[in-house]
């Protein structure tokens, strides 16, 4: 290898292109795709103040039950709101009195908003909370046998 007056060999010249050159590469990179992802990389890191409840959807032949875990919460802290395609749950869990040696039951808020698979009767929605599943009755709107028209 040859060493010029500063002491630097070939090998090491290269090595310093390379990582220079390996920088500028994954700069690029990181610009292409914030430019392809835009914001949406910066609001998945974001923290929430409401934590996503667990629902189970279970389909009869008659209605759609939902099953929502808010543990934690207590029934008048329940927010339930359904369209005839569409169910929310808020609920608000309280914080137990002491010190948290390990917490992951939040007791911040929890909240559900899905659609549902098929369209429902909402007047006709019941609703029941026990040890901290939320079963939620949608009767589906049921379409009676259609008639037939003659076209004339």
Sequence with gaps: MKSDSS????LERVIGKAAV????MSNQ???AAKKILGDVSSEIGEARSYDIAAIDLIETEEELIALVALPGASKDKIDLRVTEDNLYVDA??????GKYLKREISALCMRRDIK???EIKPEQ???SFKDGILEVHLP???IVNAKRVQVE
């Design 140 to 142: 589906k709107l049921v």
């Design 7 to 10: 002491g630097s060999s070939d």
């Design 21 to 24: 050159e390996a920088a500028r």
């Design 125 to 127: 929605v019941r609703a």
């Design 92 to 97: 608000k869990a309280s914080a137990r009195d």
């Design 29 to 31: 990179a990181s610009q």
């Design 116 to 118: 549902l698979p098929v």
